[in-house]
């Protein structure tokens, strides 16, 4: 980024000289290693955007019109629900799989909620508030049988689980590039996969693109076609940064540390009294996401007393999703959330057990 | 006397200059990235330049690859 600041400071693919070049060649690369990251066939086919709602929202409004029947299921968060909601009010058609109160969803459920009109399954990958992953692989699986475009949500997932587009028969995937990515904040996209067929998507932006200058009429290719304006080229080039950490560190090696300190900070947290944690609570069925409630204790004070007196920085609430909180029965005062990423340490874990430890002592 | 030196390879956007680079370069065909000669196109983006002996191993590139591109140049210099 500061590469891109001091050096290049070009905006990519608008005109011909050097910079502007180099600007292009580091959009470039960001697509490749996305691309390469889930199992994109196609760099081309991913649409850079400001963030995973964006990019959802691009892929929502782009695809369904009134009277098509989209799937989704009940522990997905706002940047899915509010759009689904307002399509909804257009015409579109909303079925809504009820997932268990463990947040884990059946995948004949969705099978039995398909019609003659179905058009698109949409789910998180993981869910926000529980770090419980969705059957996606199967659910993938059941959209190829019956024909239908299957969008995940990977803002929990991408940069510390295994996504595999081709595998997983994922058709459009929604990324952000500020979470497990390490990028900066500004950065995310949609992949769009071979079975869908770009010009089905309408674009939320017409603009510039830099090409096909002479027409009054947005290109009909991508990623141009979706990408009207120009990208955040400097937070892609963070973007690719963070790839490429990932890439060096390993990701299965992320997976794996992740994981360790979620079984510890859950086999630690379900053995304090009077507190309860949300979701399954295997962690290898989950991403580094655990919410949990200490009973007696408005979460938002649990939230104020673990920064002001342990340091310790969480998120509490519902978490902009408030079905998947009705879902796990913690609406409307939701959880207390405390989310890991690589960098953190055994210690840590064991110093935000000790705490919420001295909290639960203290209403005891 | 005129003589073919290089041809260029004209694509919709600079994503598909740089995918073409890319592609050249990994299967050891040389090539740069240039303005877009005005003659040829009202364009304001890049081309991809070869040199002119490589143009048909490009083409069989190209045509494995299914790299759309919108066409290709020879420039007389």
């Known amino acids: 980024m500061v590469n891109f600041i001091n050096f290049v400071g070009a905006n990519p693919g608008r005109s011909g000289h050097r910079r502007a070049v180099a600007a292009g060649r580091i959009v470039y690369d960001t697509r490749r290693a996305v691309a390469e990251l889930v199992g994109a066939d196609d760099p081309l086919r991913i649409i850079f955007t400001y963030n995973v709602t964006h990019a959802l929202n691009l892929c929502l409004h782009g695809l369904l019109a009134p009277g098509d029947h989209v799937i989704t299921s009940s522990m997905e968060h706002n940047s899915v629900m509010r759009p689904l909601r307002m399509l909804e009010k257009k015409g579109v058609k909303l079925s809504i799989v009820r997932c268990a109160n463990n947040g884990s969803l ?3 459920a969705v099978e039995a909620l398909i019609g003659t009109g179905t058009k698109l399954v949409v789910l998180n990958h993981a869910s926000n508030v ?3 992953l969705l059957p996606i ?8 049988k019956h024909n239908l475009l299957f969008l995940v949500d990977t803002a929990q997932t991408a940069g510390c689980y295994p996504i595999a587009m081709q595998s997983d028969c994922i058709d459009l995937l929604a990324f952000t590039g500020h979470k497990a990515l390490h990028g900066p904040m500004g950065t995310g996209g949609l992949v769009i996969g071979g079975r869908v067929d770009e010009k089905s998507l309408n674009p939320l932006l017409q603009g510039g693109t830099g090409s096909n200058s002479q027409y009054e009429e947005q290109p009909d290719f991508l990623p141009d076609a979706l990408e009207a304006g120009t990208v955040n080229a400097v937070g892609l080039a963070g973007l690719a940064a963070g790839i490429n950490w990932i890439n060096d560190i390993g ?3 992320i997976r794996s540390h992740e994981e360790h300190l979620t079984k510890l900070l859950i086999e630690g947290l379900t053995g304090i009294g009077g507190v309860t944690v949300y979701g399954d609570h295997c962690a290898a069925d989950r991403t580094a996401t655990v919410s949990f409630t200490i009973e007696h204790i408005p979460v938002s004070e649990i939230g104020l007393k673990l920064d002001e007196e342990f340091g310790i920085l969480c998120r509490v609430g519902l978490h902009c999703a408030p079905m998947a909180h009705k879902t796990l029965e913690t609406f409307p005062h939701g959880t207390v ?3 890991f990423s690589s960098f953190n340490t055994e210690d840590e874990v064991e110093k935000a057990i000790a705490a919420v430890k001295e909290l639960s002592a203290g209403v005891l | 006397m005129k003589s073919t030196s290089s041809t260029v390879i004209l694509v919709c956007s600079t994503s598909y200059a740089l995918h073409i680079e890319k592609t050249l370069k990994d299967s050891g065909i040389p090539c740069t990235l240039i303005p877009v000669p005005r003659h040829l196109s009202s ?10 002996h490589c143009k048909a191993k490009t083409i069989k590139m190209l045509e494995t690859t299914k790299i759309p591109f919108e066409g290709i140049f020879d420039l007389i210099q």
Do not use: M
């Open chain 1, 106 to 108: 059946e995948p004949s």
């Open chain 1, 130 to 132: 529980t770090g419980t």
């Open chain 2, 43 to 52: 364009d304001c983006g890049v081309c991809v330049r070869i040199a002119s």
């Open chain 1, 251 to 253: 990701l299965e090696t």
């Open chain 1, 137 to 144: 692989k199967a659910v993938g699986a059941i959209c190829r």
């Open chain 1, 337 to 339: 959330r405390f989310g």
